[in-house]
Each structure stands twice: as C-alpha cells, then as structure tokens.
C-alpha cells in the first residue's frame, strides 16, 4: 500500500546548525509532496512544497529536494533557530487525493 | 489570513455514545478531509469529500463514521457507538479546487472513556 517511511524520528542540533530530514515514498503516482510543521497542541501547519516537476526548491532557511527516480525527498534546515523546535511530517499525495504522512521527525535545537 | 477552525477543541465522551466534530473549512474551499492522529502515531487519512459527496475513505472510516456539509460553512464528522480506540487528535482539512495544498485546522481530541 501507500507509504512514507521517514527518519530520523528524533532530531538534535546545535542552535545555528543545519538539520536534515529524509523520506522515502513509494506511490509511484504521487507528484505532491509538502512538509508539515506541528507545534505542541496545533494543526500540522504547511511549510513548503514540491512537485515532481521540480527537482529542488527554497525558501530562505528552508529547502526540499525530490528524487523520483529513487523515490526519495529530503527537508534542509539551515541556520535553525529555537522556533525551529517542533515535529516536522513529510507527507505524498496528489492533487485533490488524500495525503500520506511519515511518523514524524521530532527536532529539538539545543542553545 | 483566513484559517480552518474546529470545535470543540476538546471532547470527552462515554463509551457507546455518538459525538460530532465541527469544522469550519476556509470559505472558497471546496474540497474537505478529515485525518486523525493517535497519540504518539502517524497523522492518517479518514475521509475526503467533493461536491457533497465522499471521493475517498480509509479502512478506519467504518460504518459508524458519516460526514456531512450541513451548511455552506460547516463540515461535520459524526461517530455513532464510540470505542476506547476512537480516542485520538481528529483534524479537519480544505483546499480549493484548483491548488495542491491543504490546509489543517487546529484539531479536536477525543477521549472515549
């Protein structure tokens, strides 16, 4: 069945360092695939995106990468910041269909 | 910025009886989903609904869930006959027609006891 395997599960680093999520999916048919933040007691609240027409794509400290022939997605946290502490979701779908999620990658930015 | 809200933010409720989840989708979304996460789990997939009809549901969404767009605003899920396994973080999603993005309201928890 449709699955988004994701890791690592827990995430420390040094305020100001990078931090690296990677996921791997494995609906062939997916073409959507944005990254979930979920603060303590919220909604997961989306903070990027990318198609499968794009290979990379950035948003000032944030940037997701897409390999679809490896099936393969990955979130790059540059120069974390304390707010950067939540639990991060990748997740695949596709246009108007249900999305998918990972377990989850809890990072923790250490002052 | 217009947002998804849910009510009530929290519920509690016996074993056996029926609850129902409110959700405000923002308002020129027409497509609507409900998801639901386990304490400590993975967010899953429940339901997806367009043109007031069901498009998708999981094997999680058994006879005893139903949703309805009772009004232009509200999308609602019900649960009849509650179990303990019920108990989780239900969250409510839309999106427009013609994006790939949705957006989560901040959730309800659910507590069968």
């Known amino acids: 069945g449709e699955n988004v395997e994701q890791h690592p599960s827990t995430l420390s680093v040094q305020e100001g360092d990078s931090a690296v999520i990677k996921c791997t999916y494995s609906?062939?048919?997916?073409?959507?695939f944005p990254w979930y933040k979920q603060e303590l007691g919220k909604g997961p609240q989306l903070i990027i995106d990318?198609?499968?027409?794009?290979g990379e794509k950035k948003d000032q400290r944030i940037a997701v990468t897409l390999n679809k022939t490896a099936k393969h997605f990955s979130l790059h946290i540059t120069e974390t910041q304390p707010e950067d502490s939540a639990v991060y979701f990748c997740?695949?779908?596709?246009?108007?269909?249900?999305?998918?999620f990972g377990k989850g990658t809890r990072l923790h930015i250490l002052p | 910025e217009p947002e998804v809200t849910q009510t009530p933010s929290h519920q509690v409720t016996q074993m056996g009886q029926e609850v129902i989840l409110r959700c405000v989708p923002i308002?020129?979304?027409?497509?609507f989903y409900w998801y639901r996460q386990i304490l400590g789990q993975k967010v899953e997939f429940l339901v997806s609904?367009?043109?007031?009809?069901?498009?998708?549901k999981s094997e999680i969404f058994d006879d005893r869930f139903s949703v309805e767009r009772p009004d232009g605003s509200n999308f609602t899920l019900k649960i009849r006959s509650t179990k303990l396994e019920d108990s989780a973080m239900y969250f409510c999603?839309?999106?427009?027609?013609?994006?790939?993005?949705?957006?989560f309201g901040p959730g309800t928890r659910l507590t069968v006891t």
């Open positions: 609906d062939s048919a997916s073409n959507y």
């Open positions: 609904f367009y043109n007031n009809e069901i498009s998708e």
């Open positions: 997740t695949s779908g596709r246009r108007d269909d249900k999305i998918i």
């Open positions: 990318i198609r499968s027409n794009v």
């Open positions: 308002s020129n979304h027409l497509y």
């Open positions: 999603a839309s999106k427009t027609a013609y994006s790939y993005e949705q957006y």
